[in-house]
């Protein structure tokens, strides 16, 4: 079973930065992408960005320019830089993982950080 714990939300004015941080269990190499998703009261889950195993990046439009994903191999983590936040970004943020799970496609997901930009 693999976990997901994010770090590293909290509250910020507007204009203010966040770095998330997403720790695996175990190692992600063996993860096709990993991504951070976000959901606002009264609003369903969207993705805000995407990392493949081969490091190639995917960023929903309205963050773009902002926001930056990343990866650690060595220390199992991923990472989501955020400067210039708008109170528009107001979410609980959860990290998710692709993977496999005998054999099977699988999605994991950690519990959620929460992100607070006051205007």
């Known amino acids: 079973q693999v976990q997901l714990v994010e770090s590293g939300g909290g509250l910020v004015q507007a204009g203010g930065s966040l770095r998330l941080s997403c720790a695996a269990s175990?190692?992600?190499?063996?993860?096709?992408?990993m991504g951070w998703y976000r959901q606002a009261p009264g609003k369903q889950r969207e993705l805000v960005a995407t990392?493949?195993?081969?490091?190639?990046?995917n960023y929903e439009d309205s963050v773009k320019g902002r926001f930056t994903i990343s990866r650690d191999n060595a220390k199992n983590t991923v990472y989501l830089q955020m400067i210039s936040l708008k109170p528009e970004d107001t979410a609980v943020y959860y990290c998710?993982?692709?993977?496999?799970?005998?054999?099977?496609?699988?999605?994991?997901w950690g519990q959620g950080t929460q992100v607070t930009v006051s205007s």
């Open positions: 990392i493949t195993s081969g490091g190639s990046t």
């Open positions: 175990r190692s992600i190499f063996g993860f096709i992408a």
């Open positions: 998710n993982a692709q993977g496999y799970d005998s054999g099977k496609p699988r999605d994991y």
